[in-house]
């Protein structure tokens, strides 16, 4: 069975630190992948989405990702996070007609 | 209105109960999700639907039911629920089955 893992469940920074989340997946074919996050009391949210091209893809407020094939991953980055970046973080993957989701990691930056 | 709405946002239930979520998108999207959120948990992807027609039903119980009268709207209906079931269920639409999704505020549902 398809599955999508997200390894870190719980991440403390400071403010203006480098944030790297982890998602790898398990399907080997195509696939389209997807950050969402949901701000304390809000509604999930797309940050950002590969579907094919450039594998290096920016989001909103500053967010980007890269897609790696070789090791099935799609890792969420910011180079300086801010007190406002506090949230959940969902990676999901599409492939094969299956929409699967990680567990989601919470972030939370201290001020 | 625009987006993706869900009412009731808050219900509370026996377990002998029958009640129904309903969502609705303004959005002109052909897919439509019902998704359940508990704490701790992975999101849980219930039900999916498709131009209307149901095409994922990921081993849910039979004590929860879906139902699409069209493309805007998306009812989940609920009986004899266990207190397990007790989560906030959202829900979602995208333009195509796998596309970028818009989410709904959720329902939160206690079982009691």
């Known amino acids: 069975a398809q599955s999508v893992s997200q390894h870190n469940h719980h991440v403390i920074l400071s403010e203006a630190a480098s944030l790297e989340l982890g998602c790898n997946y398990s399907?080997?074919?195509?696939?389209?992948l997807f950050w969402y996050v949901q701000y304390p009391g809000q509604h999930l949210q797309l940050l950002l989405k590969?579907?094919?091209?450039d594998p290096l893809v920016k989001g909103i407020k500053g967010f980007e990702a890269e897609f790696i094939k070789s090791k099935f991953s799609f890792n969420l980055r910011k180079p300086s996070v801010q007190w406002s970046d506090t949230a959940e973080y969902f990676c999901a993957v599409m492939g094969n007609y299956q929409l699967i989701w990680g567990a989601g990691t919470k972030l939370i930056i201290k001020p | 209105e625009t987006g993706v709405t869900q009412t009731p946002r808050h219900l509370v239930m026996g377990m002998t109960n029958k009640k129904s979520l309903k969502c609705e998108q303004h959005?002109?999207?052909?897919?439509m999700y019902w998704y359940k959120q508990s704490a701790k948990k992975p999101l849980e992807l219930m039900f999916v639907y498709n131009f209307k027609e149901q095409t994922e039903n990921n081993s849910v119980p039979s004590r929860f039911s879906p139902e699409c009268p069209n493309s805007s709207h998306l009812f989940l209906h609920l009986h004899t629920l266990q207190p397990e079931d007790s989560a906030l269920y959202l829900c979602a639409s995208s333009q195509d089955f796998g596309d970028e999704q818009y989410f709904g505020p959720g329902t939160r549902l206690t079982v009691t």
């Open positions: 399907y080997g074919g195509t696939v389209n």
């Open positions: 590969y579907f094919s091209g």
């Open positions: 959005l002109g999207h052909n897919a």
